[in-house]
């Protein structure tokens, strides 16, 4: 079965610091992986996906990931991590099967800046 | 341009009551699907519909459904309310139904007491 896991629930770290968000998927065939931000109250936006080509891949906010297929892994970067970047972070892998397409996502995980 | 709109952004409801939730696809979009985010959790998938037809769905009993109009918005429904049908039910919106971006709204908060 499908699955993406997400294995640190909560992450602090401080301003100015650098910042990996683990993911791992189980998935069988060639997955689509994307990583979405959420604010408090608010609905996902997208940072960046991967479908094919490159490994490491660029988003917004200065984001970027790496997909490792033989590690079933796609964590998520940042080099230097804004207060603004506090937020819920979630992994998901796309499914398209039998004429239409969904996302699998993990449980989340929610990132706070220290001054 | 408009982004994906939900409405009501948030509503209350009593255990075996009815509720509707509204979705406005961006512009051009032919699919439109939901998801349920209950709290603490991630977002788990209910339906898909594209051109009007429902072409996926979750896990979900049926308790839950929904249906597309002519002009590509959407209707979520859920019948018989349970107090674990509270959540965070969101809206997503793409061309097709292949590997493009879902756009997401920012969601409909339903608490049921």
């Known amino acids: 079965a499908q699955s993406v896991t997400q294995p640190d629930i909560h992450i602090t770290v401080s301003e100015g610091a650098s910042l990996e968000l683990r993911c791992n998927y189980s998935y069988g065939a060639t997955p689509y992986l994307f990583w979405y931000v959420q604010s408090p109250g608010q609905g996902l936006q997208l940072l960046l996906k991967?479908?094919?080509?490159?490994?490491l891949v660029q988003g917004i906010k200065g984001f970027e990931a790496e997909f490792k297929r033989s590690q079933s892994s796609f964590n998520l970067r940042k080099p230097s991590v804004h207060w603004s970047d506090a937020a819920e972070y979630f992994c998901?892998?796309?499914?398209?099967?039998?004429?239409?397409?969904?996302?699998?996502f993990g449980a989340g995980t929610r990132l706070a800046v220290h001054p | 341009d408009a982004g994906v709109t939900q409405s009501p952004t948030h509503l209350i409801k009593t255990r075996g009551q009815q509720v509707t939730l509204r979705c406005s696809p961006i512009s051009g979009h032919k699919s439109v699907s939901w998801y349920q985010q209950v709290l603490g959790q991630g977002p788990q998938f209910i339906f898909q519909y594209y051109e009007k037809e429902e072409r996926g769905r979750g896990n979900f009993p049926d308790r839950f459904s929904a249906r597309q109009f002519p002009n590509y918005s959407s209707e979520l429904n859920v019948n018989a309310l349970l107090l674990g049908d509270s959540a965070l039910y969101l809206c997503?919106?793409?061309?097709?139904?292949?590997?493009?971006?879902?756009?997401f709204g920012e969601g409909s908060r339903l608490t049921v007491l």
């Open positions: 998901a892998v796309g499914i398209v099967s039998g004429g239409y397409n969904k996302l699998i």
């Open positions: 991967y479908f094919s080509g490159d490994t």
């Open positions: 997503a919106s793409s061309g097709g139904t292949g590997t493009g971006e879902l756009f």
